[in-house]
């Protein structure tokens, strides 16, 4: 079974950048799309970027579109969130999905803090 493993977050000022990994266990990405989700406190789950393997694209919630970009590395099977101008709102628990048909997979999450 597909086993995903956030890292990469931490404590980051305004303006900043952090890029977050998603390490797959055993398994290659190739066939799976890969989304982004974040939840703040108090707040809902929602989705910030995917790259969805079917069509080859991307797609990014307006809120961080133009600065945090979604990657594959296949050979190392791990998926990137690369964030640039992070701001305060961007402060939340992110996680990574993987899915292929009605198979989904979700990492524990990782913490990134926008604060000065």
């Known amino acids: 079974q597909l086993q995903l493993v956030e890292s990469g977050g931490g404590l980051v000022q305004p303006g900043g950048s952090l890029t977050l990994s998603c390490a797959a266990s055993?398994?290659?990405?190739?066939?799976?799309?890969i989304a982004w989700f974040r939840q703040a406190p108090g707040k809902e789950r929602e989705g910030v970027a995917c790259?969805?393997?079917?069509?080859?694209?991307?797609y990014y919630a307006d809120s961080v579109k133009g600065r945090f970009t979604v990657s594959i590395d296949d050979a190392k099977s791990t998926a990137f969130l690369k964030m640039n101008s992070l701001k305060p709102e961007d402060t939340a628990i992110y996680y990574c999905?993987?899915?292929?048909?009605?198979?989904?997979?979700w990492g524990q999450g990782t913490q990134v803090t926008v604060s000065s």
């Open positions: 999905k993987a899915w292929v048909g009605s198979h989904d997979y």
């Open positions: 055993g398994y290659s990405l190739t066939y799976y799309s």
């Open positions: 790259f969805n393997t079917n069509d080859g694209m991307t």
